[in-house]
Every structure is written in structure tokens, then in C-alpha cells.
């Protein structure tokens, strides 16, 4: 059987399977029950808007395939109710895979089906207005395809509350990078960074408090070469609520600055340090708590160029991978806050690159072309987690291990560790077309933000890679 054999199987077991049980599942007695008005539970009762999905796959996908009225055959359909709704999803298995349907912000979740065919349903009122997820709960799942919004139209108005949420944009452009010192001499060079608290997005329709070096996570890459002497002023935003500080692991000195920026709102402190020592060094907030100072996002990488410089690459990225610890769930849509508690127990919700969960995918996915050579400065802000990483579909040509960048590099590795408040410079040549991942090959957290491409262009290479 063919893959379009195959497909037009599946898509013609979907459709019976929706004649048969999207039609019974429509009668179906037991809607004269009370309403229970507890807010955002399961209730037992008639409702008021009734969407119909079946599960399936299209383009390689898990997916939820709308099921008559207007969302039929719309992928994932915005499902939109207005506020104070009774609302009932009825969920059909289209594939034969174990799949659910969850709203979780509604505190409902259906019991999980298996055969095709089989049904379960969600029935909840809609008590609060805007934006909300819903997605399958099986692992890989979400990430996989079946993922949706549910849009509850505020009682104010039918368009309350319900507009895309939009914040700062905080993720680091990855190639926003100084350019290279070419061996120049060593000189003063005076830096300036200003703490900035706001409130930035975290993931589509997710935003979070962060507090940043310069309104970006991580903060502007410093570059500077070994010998010079650096001027290095911290100013504290008047409209910011904690004092700051800066500690840069390429600093020679009691805590790094740290104890000499301690600089409270609308204050500036600023040190004058030697780069003695070349390498490629995390700074970051030392304000106490650290750990919830660094989880809010306040840390960035300063490269110490050796007096020679650094050998020429086609291009250079800037990543840093940190986590962070939010009250409510990954996933759950809205503000989110920080949780101390999951800070301290080293249970982190999210995994992120350049600050949030779309940065280096949606927003910046890295650009190159075969036959380039690329350099990735990583480093890990943390505050509490080490990162294997990794770069799916390549090799790591030459690592800098530690960003130890005065040692001979290791040639030809795959995953490199890198601990919190530590960095690596990794290069690689780009042979073969076609986007590579960057990752933690602790691979669990794919699952919880992190993820990056790695887009490269450029003419097929079938002695290399190819496709039966
Ligand atoms: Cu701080």
C-alpha cells in the first residue's frame, strides 16, 4: 500500500466513524440536570454550545479535525463560546491512538479513548473570559499536533478580553552580536546596562514577569578583548520595584561586582575591571534571592576575546538556555507568576532558549547556508540546571569545552555538558540542507519550551544524506 493509499484509508475511516458516532453522540439524553455554577468544573447539565472533534493525522501531525457547523474540517478550530456558557466537547477517536481532550484552565480533562470510534466528552461552564488552551494530555501529544484555543467572549461586551495578548518581546536576537575584534589592541572600553523590569511574553498567549538586563533575555552579549579595561556602569530603571546588581564571571575581583552594584531603582553603581583572562564568561544578577533574580531572566554572556582573536566563521549565534518556575502548569495561557517554592525544589515548568518558548523557533530561528561555518557562544543561566547540549541532525566539528578557549578544542562530539553559570563555544560546518534542532538532549524538556532550529539553505547533497 502506498503512503497516499494509506492516508485516503485513514481519511475514509474517519469520515464513517464520524457518520456513526457524530451523529449518535448528538442524542443524548441527561441535559436536564441542574446547573452547578462552581466555577470551572465539570458540570452535569444542559449545555448551551455543543463542538464536535475527531482525532487524526494530517501532514505527519496528530491533530483535532472540527466536526460540522463552522469549524468543519478546520484544523485544531478555534473553538469560541461567550462568557458564562455551559460548553460540551465531544471528543471521537478518528485513529485508533489513545488520545484525550483537556481545558485545564477550566479544570476538566475527558477520560482517555483508544478504538476508533469511541467517544468522551467535557462539559464545563465558562466562567472566566479569554484565551485557553486545549490539548491532548498523552505525552508528546501537545507538542505533537493536537493543540487548540478556546475562546470565552467576556460578558461585557462580545469582544472583551478576547484580543491575542500582546507583551514585550523579550527574546535576544540571536545574531545580535558585537563583531569580531580582529587582534585590535588593548584598550578602555566603557560598558553601560540598565535593569529593566516588564512584563514580556513567554509563549503564545503566555506572559511573565521578567526582569532583564537591557528588556532582553538573555541580556546583550558584551565582547571585549583580553587586556582591555572595562568601564562598566549598572543603571536601575526608576519604574522598577528590586534593587539589581551584575556579576560577571570575567571580572577579577570580590564577587565579581556583585556586592559593589547593589543598585537600588533609579540608583546606577559602576566598577571598572581588567579582562585578564580570555574566555566566554555568564554575568548575571546577584541581587538575593540569585536564584529567583536569574530564573526572572537576568543574565547574558561577556566573551573575552584572546589577544589573537578568535579564528574567522561565517556566522556567529548567541544562545543561552535557562529554566523557569511559574504557579500555574507550562501551557496554562495568561500571566504567569513565579513560584519561590519550585525555584528552591529545582522544579522549573519551563525550559527556554533566549528567554521564551518561541524565541529561537517562531521568533529567531538561526539562519545559514551549506557550506558555511557556524559558532554558537552557549552558555546556561540556569539558576538551577545543567544542559546537554546538543544540535539534532549534526556534529559538533570543534568544542571549546567550558569555553575554555585557551585549550585545544575536542574534535567530532555530539552532546556537550554545560552547567549553570557555565558556557561552551561550539563550531560546526553546515554540509546538508534542512533545519536542525538545537536542544537539551535531556530530551524530556523539549516538552516543556526548549527547542531551536537551525534553518539551513542550500543544494541537496544525496552523497551524504539521502532519502529512499
Ligand atoms: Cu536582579
Not at 448528538?26 to 441542574?34: L, P, R, S, V
Not at 485545564?104 to 466528552?121: L, M, N
Not at 460578558?155 to 535576544?172: L, S, V
Not at 565579581?256 to 553603581?269: K, L, S, V, W, Y
Amino acid at each position: 500500500m502506498t503512503n497516499n493509499q494509506r492516508l485516503t484509508l485513514i481519511v475514509i475511516t474517519i469520515i464513517t466513524a464520524f457518520v456513526i458516532y457524530g451523529m449518535t453522540s448528538f442524542i443524548d439524553g441527561g441535559y436536564n440536570q441542574a446547573v452547578e455554577l462552581a466555577s470551572g468544573h465539570m458540570v452535569d447539565s444542559a449545555p448551551d454550545v455543543i463542538f464536535e472533534l475527531k482525532t487524526g493525522l494530517q501532514g505527519g501531525r496528530m491533530v483535532y479535525i472540527g466536526v460540522a457547523g463552522d469549524i468543519a474540517g478546520v484544523i485544531n478550530p478555534t473553538l469560541v463560546v461567550d462568557q458564562g456558557d455551559v460548553a460540551q466537547i465531544i471528543l471521537v477517536n478518528g485513529d485508533s491512538m489513545e488520545h484525550d481532550i483537556s481545558v485545564p484552565d477550566f479544570g476538566v480533562t475527558s477520560p482517555r479513548i483508544s478504538a476508533k470510534g469511541e467517544v468522551a466528552k467535557i462539559t464545563f461552564h465558562t466562567d472566566q473570559a479569554g484565551s485557553f488552551a486545549y490539548f491532548c494530555t498523552m505525552p508528546g501529544h501537545r507538542q505533537g499536533g493536537m493543540e487548540g484555543q478556546l475562546i470565552v467572549n467576556g460578558t461585557g461586551g462580545h469582544h472583551g478580553n478576547t484580543q491575542p495578548m500582546t507583551a514585550a518581546r523579550i527574546a535576544a536576537d540571536p545574531t545580535d552580536i558585537p563583531p569580531p575584534l580582529n587582534g585590535r589592541p588593548a584598550k578602555s572600553v566603557k560598558i553601560e546596562l540598565t535593569a529593566v523590569e516588564l512584563e514580556g511574553n513567554l509563549a503564545s498567549g503566555e506572559t511573565y514577569t521578567y526582569w532583564t538586563f537591557n528588556g532582553q533575555v538573555p541580556g546583550p552579549f558584551l565582547r571585549v578583548r583580553q587586556g582591555d579595561t572595562v568601564e562598566l556602569t549598572l543603571k536601575n530603571d526608576n519604574s522598577n520595584h528590586m534593587a539589581h546588581s551584575i556579576d560577571l564571571h570575567a571580572v577579577t575581583g570580590p564577587h565579581g561586582g556583585g556586592m559593589a552594584t547593589q543598585t537600588p531603582p533609579g540608583e546606577f553603581r559602576t566598577i571598572t575591571f581588567k579582562a585578564i583572562k580570555p574566555g566566554l564568561y555568564v554575568y548575571h544578577c546577584a541581587t538575593p534571592s540569585v536564584g529567583q533574580h536569574i530564573a526572572n531572566g537576568m543574565y547574558g554572556m561577556i566573551l573575552v576575546e584572546p589577544a589573537d582573536g578568535l579564528p574567522k566563521v561565517d556566522r556567529e549565534f548567541y544562545v543561552m538556555q535557562g529554566e523557569m518556575y511559574t504557579v500555574k502548569p507550562f501551557g496554562a495561557k495568561g500571566l504567569h507568576e513565579y513560584s519561590h517554592d519550585k525555584m528552591l525544589a529545582a522544579t522549573p515548568e519551563y525550559f527556554v532558549l533566549n528567554g521564551s518558548v518561541d524565541a529561537l523557533t517562531d521568533i529567531y530561528p538561526l539562519k545559514a547556508a551549506v557550506g558555511e561555518t557556524v559558532r554558537i557562544f552557549f552558555g546556561v543561566g540556569g539558576p538551577n540546571m545543567a544542559s546537554s547540549f546538543h544540535v539534532i541532525g549534526e556534529m559538533f566539528d570543534r568544542v571549546y569545552s567550558q569555553a575554555a578557549l585557551t585549550s585545544s578544542p575536542l574534535t567530532n562530539v555530539q552532546t556537550t555538558l554545560v552547567p549553570p553559570g557555565g558556557a561552551t563555544v561550539v563550531e560546526f560546518a553546515l554540509e546538508v540542507p534542512g533545519r536542525y534542532m538545537l536542544v537539551d538532549h535531556a530530551i524530556s524538556r523539549t516538552e516543556k519550551g526548549l527547542m531551536g532550529f537551525l534553518d539551513v539553505e542550500g543544494e541537496q547533497q544525496p552523497d551524504i544524506f539521502y532519502v529512499h
